[in-house]
C-alpha cells in the first residue's frame, strides 16, 4: 500500500503536484481561515485526486470542524474518512486520527499540556499501525526557528509506548 501525506497545504492545491498512491493522507491545516466555503473549494481538491481512500485530520487553521462540526462533515463525500479522535481500517492498516495540539494562538484545536492532552492521547488505541495528528509529537518534525522545539512531550511518550 502506497500512503501519500501532506499537512498545511493551506488552500494552495493548484501548487501542489501529488503523486499517485492508494491512500492520500492530509494532516490538518488544509484550509487558511477555515470557513465552511473554504471547505467546500478544498472538498473539490481532494475529490479530484486519484487516491482511492483519503485520509483527513483537522488542523489549528480548520476551524469550521470545531465550531461547525456538523456541517463541515456533511461536506465532505464517502471516499474522505475525517477523524477526530476515531479510527478508520483502510487496507488491513489501522489509522487513527487526532487533531488536538497544544494550546497555540487561540486557534482551533486548543487543549493545556498536561492533564487535558494526556487524557486524548490515551484514547489512542494500542494497535494502531498509522497515526495522523497535526501536532507533532515532542522531537519529531517540531523544530521552530522561532520557539525550538514546540511539540507535545505526552504526544512523544504515546507514541514511544504504542509504536505504530
Excluded at 477526530?84 to 497555540?104: C, H, K, M, N, T
Excluded at 509529537?137 to 511539540?151: C, E, I, K, N, Y
Excluded at 507535545?152 to 511518550?157: H, N, P, Q, R, V
Aim: net charge neutral; proline share 6%.
Amino acid at each position: 500500500m502506497l500512503l501519500v501525506a501532506v499537512a498545511d497545504t493551506h488552500l494552495y492545491h493548484d501548487e501542489l503536484r501529488v503523486p499517485a498512491g492508494d491512500v492520500f493522507v492530509h494532516a490538518g491545516d488544509l484550509l487558511r481561515a477555515g470557513t465552511l466555503d473554504e471547505l467546500r473549494r478544498a472538498t473539490e481538491w481532494l475529490t479530484s485526486l486519484p487516491h482511492r481512500h483519503k485520509v483527513l485530520v483537522a488542523g489549528n487553521h480548520d476551524r469550521c470542524f470545531e465550531l461547525q462540526h456538523a456541517e463541515a462533515i456533511r461536506l465532505l463525500p464517502g471516499n474522505i474518512h475525517y477523524l477526530q479522535d476515531e479510527g478508520v481500517l483502510i487496507g488491513g492498516l489501522r489509522f487513527w486520527g487526532s487533531p488536538w495540539q497544544p494550546a497555540y494562538n487561540g486557534w482551533a484545536f486548543n487543549l493545556e499540556r498536561g492533564r487535558k492532552l494526556r487524557s486524548q492521547w490515551a484514547r489512542i488505541p494500542t494497535n494502531t499501525d498509522i497515526l495522523v495528528t497535526h501536532g507533532p509529537p515532542l522531537g519529531f518534525g517540531d523544530r521552530s526557528p522561532v520557539q525550538g522545539r514546540h511539540g507535545c512531550g505526552d504526544l512523544a511518550a504515546r507514541v514511544s509506548e504504542i509504536r505504530p
